[in-house]
């Protein structure tokens, strides 16, 4: 980057030419991550979400590929970024243009006559100073950082579905939960009926019990609610109908199982993974490019120009063309230094994507490595609180133990078990923020074309 950054520095101040250098990521980023990676595990593709083993998210990722209103965008961007090189890089070739016309004349004073003609036009510039070619050259760099930047949307558009997946199945387990608790809260006012009748109770406590019952109604309905909308993101998510959502999301549940894959040791190994940062490297050598483009609009430009006339009598014309720069109001140093500005910028997001890069995976290697050692801890505290609540409720049914501490133990038995709910989530989204950092085992993927549009 230091040898970028001298070479630019140097441009500013003359109209020197500016060789194609490829950026080394490599010097953005440490040796080694600063977490330790998981051990095990089979290596990272695209078909990783097959292997995790739910029918219902391979048939959402399979829905997505060929309805996601953002992936088929991203095709459409990468169709009119090729027909925009096609068009760039037929300035390097001659044009040729035809034309014919007849006419017919007649009046009064003279007689009618008949005339046609026919004229065939060509030109075509000499790439002296190699502007035609770079221009060419830059479009078809912009053309592959459309596909690189297709293939990220392909492996983002996975990672969301999937993230949205394991959350909608992680909210219908806590959702049976507070329907456990409901359905406990009702029979926990009719024994509460029965202790009072049998004066074992306070009056007091019926009206606890029922109060109870109505916060567990009001809880169950908000988690119903949370579990809706989740569905409903989905469907906007994947691009298809809601019903088709729900009818995918009634079959199966619970939450997918965790399947490990591994992760390069050496970040630099990874870095030639992610799609955004080999699409912010094409960006960069398209934006050198452009610089000498602009650099060549400095000099003269010739063009060879030849028509062709087929009439009475037919004539023929050729020779050259030449354009000379001379007085422009400095529009063309402007365009220079406007070029080598952009290709600053282009240079500085292309380092600021593999800082980036690093960061999110030793955040995900980070979160996953505590989300794991939370899981266990979650299962100790169910298992714990479990035990307590079922002495706590011995002794109530005996009359050793009020109603209130029977239900402050079953709300930190119903807390555990959603915290290992939410942990055991945890551990499959940091798995799945790990996939998409790493480039989600990317492979140059076909590229779905939209479907015309009628009308």
Not at 89 to 100: D, H, K, R, V
Not at 209 to 222: K, P
Request: hydrophobic share 40%; with cysteine; proline share 4%.
């Amino acid at each position: 980057m230091k040898t970028i950054y001298a070479l630019f520095g140097a441009c500013l101040l003359s109209g020197c030419s500016v060789p194609l250098i490829q950026p080394n990521a490599t010097q953005a980023v440490s040796s080694h991550y600063g977490t330790s990676i998981p051990q095990g595990g089979a290596a990272l593709d695209v078909n990783w979400w097959s292997r995790v083993g739910d029918a219902q998210l391979t048939q959402l990722l399979t829905l997505a590929r060929t309805n996601s209103p953002d992936l088929r965008s991203a095709a459409a961007s990468v169709m009119a970024a090729r027909a925009q090189s096609g068009q760039t890089g037929a300035n390097l070739y001659p044009s040729l243009t035809g034309s014919a016309s007849a006419t017919i004349s007649d009046s009064q004073t003279t007689p009618r006559s008949d005339s046609s003609t026919a004229l065939v036009d060509s030109k075509w510039e000499i790439d002296i100073f190699g502007k035609l070619q770079n221009a060419a050259k830059a479009d078809t760099a912009r053309a592959r950082a459309e596909e690189l930047s297709y293939a990220g949307s392909y492996v983002s558009l996975a990672a969301e579905v999937a993230d949205g997946y394991v959350g909608y199945r992680a909210c219908r387990l806590a959702q049976s939960e507070y329907q456990n608790a409901f359905a406990s809260q009702q029979d926990t006012v009719m024994a509460t009926r029965s202790l009072v009748d049998a004066g074992l109770s306070a009056s007091a406590d019926l009206s606890l019990a029922r109060a109870n019952v109505a916060n567990a109604e009001i809880n169950l309905t908000n988690q119903q609610a949370d579990c809706k909308v989740a569905g409903q993101s989905l469907a906007r998510i994947v691009g298809v109908s809601q019903s088709q959502i729900d009818a995918i999301l009634s079959k199966g549940g619970g939450l997918p199982k965790t399947k490990p894959f591994q992760v390069a040791a050496v970040p630099a190994d990874m870095l030639r993974q992610r799609p955004d940062l080999l699409e912010a490297e094409k960006r960069f050598a398209a934006s050198l490019l452009d610089l000498k483009v602009a650099e060549a609009k400095l000099f003269p430009s010739l063009t060879l120009n030849g028509s062709v006339t087929a009439s009475d009598p037919a004539s023929w014309s050729f020779g050259p063309a030449l354009s000379l720069p001379i007085l422009d109001g400095g529009a063309s140093r402007a365009g220079v230094r406007l070029a080598n500005a952009n290709a600053l910028t282009a240079a500085e997001s292309y380092r600021a994507a593999t800082l980036t890069a690093v960061s999110e995976v030793e955040g995900a290697l980070t979160r996953l490595a505590a989300a794991r050692s939370n899981l266990a801890s979650a299962q100790n505290l169910v298992d714990n609180y479990q035990a307590y609540f079922d002495t706590v409720d011995r002794d109530w049914k005996a009359g050793a133990a009020s109603l209130l501490d029977r239900e402050e133990a079953r709300r930190q038995l119903q807390s555990s078990r959603i915290t290992r709910i939410n942990q055991s989530e945890a551990v499959l989204v940091q798995w799945i923020t790990l996939y998409k950092a790493v480039g989600g085992g990317w492979v140059a993927p076909k590229i779905v074309a939209p479907k015309k549009i009628k009308g």
